[in-house]
């Protein structure tokens, strides 16, 4: 998930007092982690750890955070590449 900006995190955090160090153990997350993302160090995370921080700072996660596309989940639900060997077709009737 992509964090909206660091700033938004950083104005819930301040909101809700929370430190990198408090939102941290709330989330069950490392200070790194939260200090990373309040810093703009880092703009992404799991989906899971979007999850947490929200939770920790009872908003909702697209409050903070936008899903990410990548050309790996395109691909995961891309129709399947066509047949190499497809069956042979005729005019004739199956013999009987």
């Known amino acids: 998930m992509r964090l ?3 700033q938004v995190l950083d104005q819930y955090m301040e909101f809700r007092n929370e430190t990198n160090r408090s939102l941290a153990a709330k989330a069950g997350l490392s200070q790194a982690t939260i200090g990373h993302l309040r810093s703009g160090a880092r703009n992404s995370c799991r989906p899971v ?3 947490k921080i929200a939770f920790a700072l009872q908003v909702l996660p697209e ?3 936008v ?3 990548t ?7 891309a129709a399947p590449p066509p047949d190499p060997h497809p069956p042979h077709v005729t005019d004739q009737e ?3």
């Open 71 to 77: 050309t790996l989940s395109l691909t995961a639900h």
């Open 67 to 69: 899903p990410e596309v």
């Open 4 to 6: 909206i900006s660091y």
């Open 49 to 51: 750890t979007a999850r």
């Open 94 to 96: 199956p013999p009987s």
């Open 63 to 65: 409050s903070l955070f």
